[in-house]
């Protein structure tokens, strides 16, 4: 498969947009993992965060992380993302250091970060601006593309306020995925959805998945919601956060809902919610 193959194989861009320059920067090291973090520690004052985190994702791997409350799995998100300064340790993106935020990172926290006095159209543009060649008109043709991806079409015109939660997350989705990540992060996306606006947003993030392949590295602590997306289940221990294991979901895709019925499925989630008392 030649790059330019696998990045169209592997990322939401329509084939249009997948000649972009920050496009062309992203598929540089395709050899690598897309994720590799070794030996990571990350103190807070007297607070020991992380303590020796080893980890890689590949590339168009769902990995979730799950743990005890505090065990450090926003550290280790925001680590990643380049939010945060690592104490010690390696942190690579496809090969290359992580030393702050990047385009082909794409992050997604519990609340929607959309700003408040944009519409949904203005609040993923804006976060095009940054990609170098893309007309106006293009900007917008691709915001809309991407807030129809998510199911907001009808919308862009709303401004945040004007949508509910579940809504409100799809268009955070969208702006992510907009700029054509090769790694998505989300750290409990959902968490503060209800029930059900919860399970519809996990289909989505399946079907985003299904369809674009990309790399998701996602936070939560609901253990179904790991099992059902995820290829590696990796559940860590309490502080110091450390990799207790890595639990392997053979559960064959396509997934949907139903899969979490299946006695395959409830043995794992046994299994990885025993690991979490476990540890605790
Ligand atoms: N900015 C910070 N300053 C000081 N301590 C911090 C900071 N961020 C995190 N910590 C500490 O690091 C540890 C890990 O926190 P982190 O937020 O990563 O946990 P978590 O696994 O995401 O927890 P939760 O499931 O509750 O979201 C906690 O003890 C927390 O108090
Ligand atoms: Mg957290």
């Known amino acids: 498969m030649t790059a330019a193959q696998s990045h169209s194989a592997q ?10 320059p920050q496009n062309a920067q992203n598929t540089q090291n395709d050899a ?3 994720i590799r973090v070794a030996g990571l520690t990350k103190h807070f004052g007297d607070v020991v965060a992380l303590d020796g985190v080893d980890l890689e994702v590949g590339e168009n791997e769902f ?3 799950v743990g005890a409350s505090g065990c450090g799995k926003s550290t280790l998100l925001s680590l990643i993302a380049g939010l945060e300064d690592p104490t010690s340790g390696t942190l690579e993106a496809a090969g290359v250091p992580i030393t702050g935020p990047g385009r082909d990172r794409g992050v997604v926290f519990q609340q929607a970060t959309l700003m408040p006095w944009l519409t949904v159209q203005q609040n993923v ?3 095009l601006r940054g990609e170098n060649g893309l007309s106006r008109g293009a900007r917008a043709d691709r915001a809309r593309e991407f807030i129809g991806l998510v199911g907001l079409s009808g919308f862009e015109q709303s401004h945040p306020a004007q949508l509910s939660g579940g809504m409100q997350q799809r268009a955070a989705l969208a702006r992510s995925l907009s700029y054509g990540p090769n790694v998505l992060l989300m750290d409990e996306p959902f968490g503060a959805l209800d029930a059900l606006t919860r399970r519809t947003m996990q289909e989505l993030l399946l079907s985003v998945w299904e369809q674009h392949r990309l790399t998701v590295l996602l936070v939560t602590h609901d253990i179904d919601e790991a099992v059902v997306t995820s290829d590696r289940v990796v559940v860590m221990s309490p ?6 294991r890595v639990v392997d979901v053979p559960i064959p895709r396509p997934r949907t809902l139903a899969s979490e019925r299946t006695p395959e499925f409830r043995d794992l989630s046994d299994e990885i919610l025993a690991l979490i008392h476990a540890g605790a």
């Open 239 to 244: 502080r110091p956060g450390r990799v207790q």
């Open 32 to 34: 690598q993992p897309r």
């Open 125 to 127: 543009e804006f976060a």
């Open 11 to 20: 990322t939401p861009q329509s084939p249009q947009n997948s000649q972009s």
């Open 63 to 65: 990995v979730s992380i």
